[in-house]
T-cell receptor
């Protein structure tokens, strides 16, 4: 069965500092990977996705993620964090059959200090 | 273009009461999903509908039923609410098909349900 691990429950960074959120996945075939962001009281917004090809993918709001098959990782990065980036971030992997269900990690709560 | 809409936004039920959560999408997507979100557990799939006329169980289906009313609408029903069903419920949809189908899902704003 597929699974996603986000080892950091909470992360605090200073505004302007760089950010890396970790995600490890378990999936038998080529994974389809996603990062979503959830602001307080809101739904989930897609930040970026990886299906195939270039292992460094760019997303919205200045985020990027790198797929590393050898490490089963898909870490999210941003060079300079803004206070408005404070939110909860979810990594997810999609199955390629059976309804193409998404399996989510438990999320990382990002706090930005001014 | 509203995307995925959910009603109601908030609801308080007493144990044993029933209710239906409504979801609609205007993106002409074939697949629709219901998730629940609980602190520290991420999102877990309750039921999904791969296409109009079909529904299947997800990871946590007990205590819920669903109806895919038409291509646009997918409702979630709690027949006899329990405190363990206190959660935030999200509906999502996905474009499928041989011409431009994708794997990403688009989410509604959620329904916050409290069962006392």
């Amino acid at each position: 069965a597929q699974s996603v691990t986000q080892p950091d429950i909470h992360i605090t960074v200073s505004e302007g500092a760089s950010l890396e959120l970790r995600c490890n996945y378990s999936y038998g075939a080529t994974p389809y990977l996603f990062w979503y962001v959830q602001s307080p009281g809101q739904g989930l917004q897609l930040l970026l996705k990886y299906f195939s090809g270039d292992t460094l993918v760019q997303g919205i709001k200045g985020f990027e993620a790198e797929f590393k098959r050898s490490q089963s990782s898909f870490n999210l990065r941003k060079p300079s964090v803004h206070w408005s980036d404070a939110a909860e971030y979810f990594c997810a992997v999609a199955s390629t059959g059976g309804g193409n269900k998404l399996t989510f990690g438990t999320g990382t709560q990002l706090k930005v200090e001014l | 273009n509203a995307g995925v809409t959910q009603t109601p936004k908030f609801q308080v039920l007493k144990t044993g009461q029933s209710m239906t959560l409504q979801c609609a999408q205007d993106m002409n997507h074939n697949s629709m999903y219901w998730y629940r979100q609980d602190p520290g557990m991420g999102l877990r799939l309750i039921y999904y509908s791969a296409s109009e006329g079909t529904t299947d169980k997800g990871e946590v289906p007990n205590g819920y039923n669903v109806s895919r009313l038409n291509k646009r609408e997918f409702s979630l029903r709690l027949e006899s609410a329990a405190p363990s069903q206190t959660s935030v419920y999200f509906c999502a949809s996905r474009k499928t098909g041989t011409s431009g189908g994708t794997y990403e899902q688009y989410f509604g704003p959620g329904t916050r349900l409290t069962v006392t």
